[in-house]
C-alpha cells in the first residue's frame, strides 16, 4: 500500500470517528493513537491531519495539535439550511436519469433504515442515509455542484449534530418518511414538490 494510500486511509479513519461522535467538537486528536490502530507510520497519518486541517474539518493549533473543530448551533443550522438547498438542486437534476432499477435500489435502502431505527443502530442509520443521497447525487450532471456538497459534508460531517439531539430516531423516522416522498416524487418527476421536500429535509432544531 502506497504512502497516498495510507494518508487517505487515515483520513477517512479520522472522518468516520468524528462522524460517529468518537471524536467530539473542540477536542483534540490523539495522533500517536491513531498511528497506534492503524498500524502505520506517523507520516501518512500527519499528511491526513493537515490535509483536514486545510478541509476546514480540524484546526491545527501552533504547537499543541490538532483539534475537532467545534460548530455552534447557528452555524450548524446555516450549514444544513444550505446543503438542503444544494441537495434539492440535485434531486431535480438527477430525477430525469432514475429509472425503476434505481427506484427499487432507493427503496431498500429505506427499508434498511427502518430496521436500523427500530434496533436503534445509530453508525448504520447514518451511513445508509448517506448512501442514499449518494445514489441520486451521482446521477446529477451538475459536477461543481456535488464537489461543493461533498466539500460541505465533509467539512461540518453532517452527522454529528444528531447525536446528542432529543428523540433522535423518532427524528429519523421523520426524515426516513421524507426519503420516501422523495423516491415518490422522483419517479412521478414531481419536481417542484421534490425540490421542496429535500430542501426542508436538512432542516431541524438544534439543542446544546
Not at 460548530?71 to 425503476?100: I, M, N, Q, W, Y
Amino acid at each position: 500500500m502506497n504512502k497516498a494510500t495510507l494518508a487517505e486511509q487515515a483520513y477517512q479513519y479520522i472522518i468516520e470517528q468524528i462522524k460517529y461522535g468518537k471524536f467530539k467538537g473542540g477536542e483534540k486528536i490523539d495522533e500517536a493513537g491513531i498511528v497506534e490502530e492503524l498500524g502505520i507510520s506517523r507520516t501518512p497519518v500527519r499528511e491526513a491531519l493537515l490535509q483536514l486541517a486545510s478541509d476546514d474539518v480540524l484546526v491545527n493549533v501552533a504547537r499543541k495539535g490538532f483539534f475537532v473543530r467545534n460548530f455552534g448551533a447557528r452555524e450548524k443550522l446555516d450549514a444544513c439550511t444550505v446543503l438542503g438547498h444544494l441537495d434539492a438542486l440535485s434531486a431535480v437534476a438527477a430525477a430525469p436519469f432514475l429509472g425503476e432499477e434505481d427506484f427499487a435500489e432507493l427503496i431498500r435502502m429505506t427499508e434498511e433504515m427502518d430496521d436500523f431505527i427500530e434496533k436503534h443502530e445509530f453508525e448504520k442509520y447514518s451511513d445508509t442515509q448517506e448512501q442514499f443521497h449518494l445514489y441520486y447525487q451521482k446521477k446529477c450532471p451538475n459536477h461543481p455542484l456535488l464537489e461543493t456538497i461533498d466539500y460541505l459534508i465533509n467539512k461540518y460531517v453532517i452527522s454529528t449534530f444528531y447525536i446528542d439531539a432529543p428523540m433522535l430516531y423518532e427524528h429519523f423516522s421523520i426524515s426516513n418518511s421524507d426519503h420516501k416522498k422523495m423516491i415518490a416524487m422522483m419517479r412521478e418527476k414531481k419536481l417542484d414538490e421534490l425540490y421542496d421536500t429535500v430542501s426542508k429535509h436538512w432542516g431541524y432544531t438544534i439543542e446544546e
